[in-house]
Nanobody, 124 residues
Framework: QVQLVESGGGWVQAGGSWRLSCTAL????????LGWFGRAPGKEREFVGR????????YYADSVEGRATISRDDAENTVYLQMNNLKPEDTAVYYC?????????????????WGQGTQVTVSS
């Protein structure tokens, strides 16, 4: 059974940066991509970005393009989400999730394993 564990959330001022971690435990890890989603207060989960496991290709939502970087450490089975130039509207609970197959990136219903989420609060 695959388990995803996120860490790194907290409070940060607007304009600052943070990095979240998502560590995959258990296995086997036969999936296409690992994605990041954010759920702002009162809103649905929104796609932030994903990394494709076969070649490390990354793809980002327009709202974070240029501010977000997803990377991975294969030895640690860990994926990172680095966000810079944070804005108050980035405040959300952030989740990592695994997608087993397919080219569609942003639909959360295609992701089958989810972490517990970690809160990021950006103050103005």
């Amino acid at each position: 059974q695959v388990q995803l564990v996120e860490s790194g959330g907290g409070w940060v001022q607007a304009g600052g940066s943070w990095r979240l971690s998502c560590t995959a435990l258990g296995g086997p890890f036969t999936f296409n991509s690992l994605g990041w989603f954010g759920r702002a207060p009162g809103k649905e989960r929104e796609f932030v970005g994903r990394i494709r496991w076969s070649d490390g290709d990354t793809y980002y939502a327009d709202s974070v393009e240029g501010r977000a970087t997803i990377s991975r450490d294969d030895a640690e089975n860990t994926v990172y989400l680095q966000m810079n130039n944070l804005k108050p509207e980035d405040t959300a609970v952030y989740y990592c999730a695994l997608k087993p197959s397919g080219p569609v990136n942003a639909d959360p219903n295609l992701y089958i394993y989810w972490g517990q989420g970690t809160q990021v609060t950006v103050s103005s």
